[in-house]
């Protein structure tokens, strides 16, 4: 079993910065893939980044250019940069993850309870 612990979320103004992290526990060695999803209140949550083991990376357009993911696999973290915010980045962000490439996709095993980000106008 795999646990997540996110941590760093909280208020922010519009063009500031935010640091997320995810600290992975348990049987974390196996974690291929760490991913970063979000839900703004009344929407669907929806895929902002991921990056696999071997450092591949992906974002959504959403968040390209602006976001920035990384993964430390000997510490079993991954943290989400995040710059030039805007209020529509206003979400519970999640950490999740997977022994399997799952993409975009909702279908990770793994999850974290979450951690709200707020950014004002």
């Known amino acids: 079993q795999v646990q997540l612990v996110e941590s760093g979320g909280g208020l922010a103004q519009a063009g500031g910065s935010l640091t997320l992290s995810c600290a992975a526990s348990g049987r974390a060695f196996n974690l291929y893939v760490m991913a970063w999803f979000r839900q703004a209140p009344g929407k669907d949550r929806e895929f902002v980044a991921l990056?696999?083991?071997?450092?591949?990376?992906s974002y959504s357009d959403s968040v390209k250019g602006r976001f920035t993911i990384s993964r430390d696999n000997a510490k079993n973290t991954a943290s989400l940069q995040m710059n030039i915010l805007r209020p529509e980045d206003t979400a519970v962000y999640y950490c999740a993850a997977d022994a399997s490439y799952s993409g975009t996709r909702e279908s990770y095993n793994y999850w974290g309870q979450g951690t709200q980000v707020t950014v004002s106008s």
């Open positions: 990056i696999t083991r071997g450092g591949t990376i």
